[in-house]
């Protein structure tokens, strides 16, 4: 397996459609990146439930992926499920977004094809505002049976895995009742993206494009 090691992470956007996907995307990459880089600046934004128990839900999740973190949190108030009719409020978010933070080392969001249309839609806007930066598209294992084939993967330690799904029980109580909401399905995922990289567990990702430096030292 080739593997890339970027040469630095300080500052990381995350975006996600609903409260929760970012956490169940890419919550056990947050963990380690946080704790390897005390002080990393996280800009979370979420595109709806605001004003509701479940941006709560969030932001105190986020809080917990994201130890040590300079972490800002934003929930917009977009309906579930209506994100192509609310494009320009969306877009807008992520500009003024870009203003405050125009050069983060590294974009989580969800990934182009996603059958969710709201998070299909928000991965189509990300290169529209963030033209020149590393984005990677994280999965959200779902009834659709959307799940692609990524060509990124972020090898997870056990107990990193492990993190992820209790604080993912931990802080989103209103999500439990849903029937793929469990720990076998989390772990099941990780493991599958774990056996197609050589380890045990791990995160995947989808890229459309990135640049490489071989001549750097």
Not at 7 to 14: E, G, P, T
């Amino acid at each position: 397996m080739i593997g890339l090691r970027p040469a630095r992470a300080n500052a990381v956007v995350a975006l996600g459609a609903h409260c929760d996907d970012i956490a169940i995307g890419a919550g056990a990459s947050l963990l380690t990146l946080c704790a390897a880089r005390p002080g990393l600046r996280v800009d979370a934004l979420v595109l709806s439930g605001g004003g509701t128990g479940r941006e709560q839900e969030e932001r105190a999740a986020l809080g917990a992926f994201c130890p040590g973190a300079d972490l800002r949190v934003t929930v917009l108030k977009i309906p579930d499920g209506r994100l192509p009719a609310h494009w320009d409020e969306a877009k807008n978010a992520l500009e003024d977004l870009r203003a405050t933070q125009p050069a983060p080392d590294l974009i989580l969001a969800p990934w182009r094809g996603d059958a969710h249309q709201d998070h299909r839609g928000l991965a189509k806007l990300v290169p529209t505002v963030y033209r020149d930066h590393l984005a990677l598209g994280y999965e959200i294992v779902k009834w659709d049976g959307d799940l692609g084939r990524p060509a990124v993967y972020h090898p997870l330690a056990e107990e990193v895995a492990e993190a992820k799904v209790r604080l993912l029980q931990e802080h989103y109580p209103s999500q439990r009742h849903r029937p793929w909401y469990d720990r076998e399905a989390f772990l099941g995922l990780a493991r599958i993206r774990g056996i197609e990289c050589g380890a045990c567990y791990a995160e995947a990702f989808h890229t459309t494009k990135l640049t490489i430096d071989l001549a750097g030292e």
